[in-house]
Nanobody
């Protein structure tokens, strides 16, 4: 059974940086679409960034130019570098994957493999 595990969530101050990581057991991100989603209290889950098997990246407008998604060469870990954090970035962050092309999709319903999440809290 495929399991995704996120790490790196923490508390940070606005303007600071955090890096989230996602690893997979019995799964490779090499030829699959993977990404990061987040859900703040009382809000729907939203797509943050996804990276396709050809390494093309798609970002939500709210994080463009601040966050960077990347995949390691062995294609077993994906990361989300979050810079210039804002209070609005506070949320539970989830790693997700699907065995097909992303095609730029940030819709959570299109992803069928999920981790348990890691929490990010940004304060002023």
């Amino acid at each position: 059974q495929v399991r995704l595990e996120e790490s790196g969530g923490a508390s940070a101050q606005a303007g600071g940086s955090l890096t989230l990581s996602c690893t997979a057991s019995e799964y490779t991100f090499r030829d699959n679409c993977v990404g990061w989603f987040r859900q703040a209290p009382g809000k729907e889950r939203e797509g943050v960034a996804v990276i396709d098997s050809d390494d093309s990246e798609t970002y939500a407008d709210s994080v463009k130019d601040r966050f960077v998604i990347s995949r390691d060469r062995a294609k077993t870990t994906i990361s989300l570098q979050m810079n210039n954090l804002e209070i609005e970035d506070t949320a539970m962050y989830y790693c997700a994957a699907k065995a097909s092309w992303c095609l730029g999709s940030l819709l959570s319903r299109n992803y069928n493999i999920w981790g348990q999440g890691t929490h990010v809290a940004v304060s002023s």
